[in-house]
């Protein structure tokens, strides 16, 4: 069981750096090097319905007019989601005002069992602001696509049908009022760090 425990936590890393060139390949991250004249524009986000934790229908439309956070995660996440939701809450609490209108949107990348009333259920662990989203597999794919997020599942030899990891894209997106991308960062990114950056781009 230990051996098998420390494949899955390798395949999670290989996968993780997988999604992580995905997205680079993809311009997700936008160019890294060169000069201006050979930038390209960033193309990340696009139409989504999704249903939020109150079991509302809901579009990307529906979050314009102010600035957006967006992360990807689920719900069993064991590590990786519940830290970064908490280091978001911990920016929000440091905001204060000047998040007061912002959208924080936690996407879930396992809507086999992130039903909206298990995200809502899960989310009251974090700051208020924070909608999780949900929908069917399709509507999960598109967003995802739209995000340059990868995201697999991984699971055990002869587990449970239900116990399995979601590997997925742990980046958090700020997007703009018009729902074009601003900036990203990483999961592990601290508070106080993000707080500065996001203020900065408000």
């Known amino acids: 069981m230990r051996q098998a425990r ?14 992580f060139w995905y997205v ?61 939701l908490t280091n978001i809450s911990t920016a929000l609490d440091i905001l204060g005002d000047d ?24 989310l009251e662990h974090f700051h208020p602001a924070i909608t999780g989203l949900t929908g ?8 995802t696509k739209a995000f340059g997020v990868y995201y697999a599942k991984v699971q055990e030899k002869d587990a449970d049908p239900d116990d399995y990891f979601m ?10 009022p018009d729902g074009k991308y601003k900036a990203h960062f990483s999961h592990n990114t601290p508070p106080e760090l993000m707080a500065s950056k996001i203020k900065a781009k408000l």
């Not at 996407?107 to 899960?122: F, H, Q, S």
């Not at 069917?136 to 967003?143: A, F, L």
Request: some cysteine.
């Open 136 to 143: 069917n597999p399709n509507q999960i794919k598109k967003v």
């Open 24 to 84: 680079f390949q993809s311009g997700g991250f936008g160019p890294l090097f060169g000069t201006p004249k050979q930038t390209s524009k960033i193309q990340i986000g696009g139409p989504f319905d999704l249903v939020n934790h109150w079991g509302e229908n809901v579009n990307n439309e529906d979050y314009y007019g102010t600035n957006s956070l967006i992360f990807f995660g689920y719900t069993y996440c064991p590590d990786v989601c519940p830290t970064t």
């Open 6 to 19: 420390i494949l899955i936590a390798i395949l999670m890393l290989v996968g993780a750096a997988g999604g």
């Open 167 to 176: 590997d997925h894209t742990a980046l958090i997106y700020l997007m703009g």
């Open 99 to 122: 998040a007061s209108d912002m959208n924080v949107l936690f996407i879930t990348v396992d809507p086999e069992r992130d039903k909206p009333e298990y995200l809502k259920e899960y």
